[in-house]
């Protein structure tokens, strides 16, 4: 398989379906990564700014229902001196992300967008949010927020019911994906790999959805189990079907930003330096203040790439050169 090739359904089967690492398609995507990324790998400091959710998808931790988990909610000022302290660590990017909740209006996120923006002109901010109105995502973006994440999760409108309760929908899911692309957001989606009943198919019809789509960003990682949600007794997601999915998903989208993700970093740490030398080129460093940390629990045991002191950051720039990487203290935009 070259890379932009549109490989056939069966083809695609094949590769999924595979039980093992396999590394000559992760040398063929890290070759990719390298002629457009060169070895520069892209840290973003992660903000979880609240642990409030008004929804209730069936695998989250953060889910409404979920009554044995602490609340707690960032102050606008938590939030800046977050990315103050990312800023002096060289990070160029900040990702608030969070749960839907209510209590961060419209008004309160664009003020928070606002001030990081004045502080930091040359940061991006990418939001990751849930699902808003059309009229909220622009003056996020007016307001001068970049990139948008939102996982479509799955795209079989089966399995996504599956997944989520009535109320929520694959449908309204990609509306909001297709509004942020055309109010002019970098954009970003993804899967949850190996997902409670997910199936080859489910994984190809993802693919197709991307091919759709098309975005800067793709997020994925294993599903991971939460003993106090209604999926606590569904097995974690594969760490080597992940890795092989990204060297795929480099493959098929050679200019997309990767991150190797905390849900991969928490099944196992191994994994992160194997799918950075898949073509991922991304890494989500935690600017969450300690005190919140534990509370922001999407899973059991959610483990954190943490820069609590410079000294964390120096071990990681370390370890990336071990593995052949550098770290980029840019924005690290999509290349198109
Ligand atoms: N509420 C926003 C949303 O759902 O898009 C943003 C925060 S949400 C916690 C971010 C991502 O966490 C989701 O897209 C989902 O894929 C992931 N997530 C939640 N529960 C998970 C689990 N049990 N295992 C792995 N990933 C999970
Ligand atoms: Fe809320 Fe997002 Fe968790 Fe769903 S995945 S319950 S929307 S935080």
């Not at 990324?37 to 609240?50: A, D, K, S, V």
């Not at 989250?60 to 909610?73: E, K, P, Q, V």
């Not at 004045?118 to 995502?137: F, M």
């Not at 760490?239 to 480099?250: F, I, K, M, N, P």
């Amino acid at each position: 398989m070259a890379a932009g090739e549109n490989p056939s359904d069966s083809t695609l089967a094949a590769i999924i379906s595979s039980s093992s690492y396999d590394a000559i398609l992760s040398e063929k995507a890290n070759l990719i990564r390298r002629a457009i990324y060169g070895n520069q790998i892209f840290l973003r400091g992660l903000i979880e700014i609240t642990s409030y959710c008004k929804n209730n998808c069936y695998y989250c931790g953060l889910r409404a229902g979920n009554a044995n988990t602490m609340r707690y909610r960032m102050s606008e000022n938590e939030i800046l001196h977050a990315c103050n302290y990312g800023y002096s660590l060289g990070l160029r990017t900040f990702v608030l992300q969070g749960g839907e909740d209510p209590a961060y209006t419209d008004k309160a996120i664009c003020s928070i967008i606002e001030n990081i923006k004045k502080r930091h002109p040359d940061c991006a901010i990418t939001l990751s949010l849930g699902e808003k109105e059309y009229n909220s995502y622009k003056s996020f973006y007016d307001a001068g927020a970049d990139r948008y994440l939102l996982r479509h999760e799955t795209a079989d409108a089966e399995h996504y019911r599956f997944m989520h309760p009535e109320n929520m929908s694959l449908e309204k899911r990609k509306e909001c994906l297709f509004a942020l692309k055309e109010i002019g957001f970098q954009v970003g989606s993804g899967l949850m790999v190996g997902a409670p009943k997910q199936t080859v198919d489910n994984i190809i019809s993802d693919l197709r959805f991307l091919q759709q789509l098309s975005p800067d960003m793709i997020g994925i990682g294993p599903f991971m189990r939460h003993s106090s949600t209604p999926f606590a007794s569904y097995e974690n997601g594969s760490g080597e079907l992940t890795v092989r999915l990204l060297a795929l998903l480099r493959i098929l989208f050679s200019h997309a930003l990767l991150p190797s993700t905390t849900a991969l970093f928490t099944l196992d740490g191994n994994w992160m330096p194997k799918a950075l030398k898949s073509g991922a080129n991304v890494i989500m460093p935690n600017l969450t203040p300690l005190k919140y940390r534990k509370k922001y629990e999407l899973y059991d045991g959610k483990a954190s790439l943490s820069l609590d002191s410079a000294d964390n950051l120096k071990i990681l720039v370390k370890k990336l050169e071990s593995l052949g990487f550098v770290y980029a203290q840019t924005r690290g935009d999509v290349k198109r």
